[in-house]
């Protein structure tokens, strides 16, 4: 039998080949992935990059005051009357709506009342018509049928008083809110003007502060003040609080103003009772004080004769702006009062690019 010779290169050619397709599959595999994740990545124009900045004009300066919340409407509900209280039929934070029924006595002894004195106006009237038939014929005298007549009324004003004292045995909500706290519970024999629950309406709010004497010219005629209100634990400034009442003397005590404002409970927060909020009053520098721009917001400077970044309102973008400035560096025109420049890192920045104002967190 004869053997097939085999030829070493050969074999050597085709694992070579074979190499080569495979590292030609990786190659063209890791340039699909590149091009994908390359892809996949924003452009560096859609990122949103925080800068400082300024607004130039009117310069605001914003004095924050420690203030307290309470509900505008709020009642302490209690009977006018003694006696046991038989239940009470809400629970603390519990929704109540106008006329509910919250609490009532035991109203044994004065519906008793009320049957006892109807009686007497029901036998005073008797006695008073017969004495006014009797008073016709001149059979009594004129000071025996007054007398009748008077008892009629008096008889008539202590049904009237008893009929109250039994409607007083119970405590109806005067509006619709919450119950904010109960101070009693069933069984317990209650004083006349105890007070059994508190009942709270927030859909307005009173914040409360006081103004040291300082600052006093600060509220505007008819009783306005350029103010917002920070709700402790929550973001946001809302402004559309206004004068509730504010004391025109100083306390002694705290040589300040008590002021109090009143605002709509803003709906994502929920204001009670108790809770803590920042009163922040603007005031505004209403002369035009010259403005020296930092080195961080010139794009590019030559001379008097610079480059700055404005910021768009509305998209948050850059805009360049062409400033001249002053032999001292003050700002001499290029900008209008209300503009928002970029005020570092202006060098690494570009036209068009979204930006956000970085603003310090407050602190506890």
């Given amino acids: 039998m004869f053997k097939t010779a085999v030829n070493p290169l050969g074999k050597r050619h085709r694992r070579l080949a074979l190499l080569t397709v495979i590292v030609m599959a990786w190659a063209g595999y ?20 925080p800068v400082k900045a300024m607004v130039i004009g009117k310069q605001v300066q914003s004095l924050p005051f420690a203030a307290e919340i309470e509900a505008s409407r709020h009642a302490q509900m209690g009977f006018r009357i003694p006696g046991e209280l038989r239940g009470v039929y809400v629970r603390m934070g519990e929704r109540v709506f106008e006329g509910q029924l919250l609490a009532e006595l035991d109203p044994t002894d004065y519906r008793l ?89 927030n859909d307005q709010v009173d914040v409360s502060f006081n103004l040291p004497l300082q600052y006093g010219q600060d509220l505007r005629q008819g009783g306005e003040v350029n103010a917002s209100v920070v709700f402790s634990g929550h973001p946001g400034r809302y402004a559309n609080a ?15 103003y008590r002021i ?43 001379g008097q004769q610079a480059k700055v970044w404005r910021i768009d309102p509305q998209h948050s973008t850059l805009e360049a702006i062409q400033v001249e400035l002053n032999h001292d560096g003050t700002l001499k025109s290029g900008l ?28 506890i």
């Fill in 30 to 49: 890791a340039y699909s992935q590149a091009q994908s994740q390359s892809n996949d990545e924003p452009s560096p124009s859609a990122l949103v990059q």
């Fill in 113 to 201: 009342a009320v049957q006892s004195r109807q009686a007497e106006f029901d036998l005073a009237t008797i006695r008073a018509e017969r004495d006014q038939r009797l008073f016709a014929q001149k059979l009594i005298s004129e000071d025996q049928f007054d007398r009748s007549q008077t008892d009629r009324v008096v008889a008539k004003a202590r049904l009237v008083q008893a009929q109250s004292d039994l409607d007083d045995t119970r405590i109806r909500a005067p509006f619709s809110g919450y119950v904010s706290m109960t101070f009693a519970r069933a069984n317990e024999v209650m004083a006349a003007n105890q007070v059994v629950m508190s009942v709270e309406n």
């Fill in 242 to 256: 206004r004068i509730k009442e504010f004391a025109s003397q100083p306390d002694p005590d705290t040589n300040s």
């Fill in 260 to 302: 109090t404002l009143i605002m709509p409970r803003p709906k994502v927060v929920n204001a009670l009772t108790g809770m803590t909020a920042w009163v922040e009053l603007n005031r505004f520098n209403n002369t035009m004080t010259p403005v020296t721009l930092p080195q961080g917001a010139f794009i590019s400077q030559l």
């Fill in 336 to 363: 209008q009062s209300g503009d928002r420049i970029v005020t570092a890192g202006a060098n690494r920045l570009h036209s068009g690019q979204t930006v956000r104002v970085w603003e310090r967190e407050r602190g």
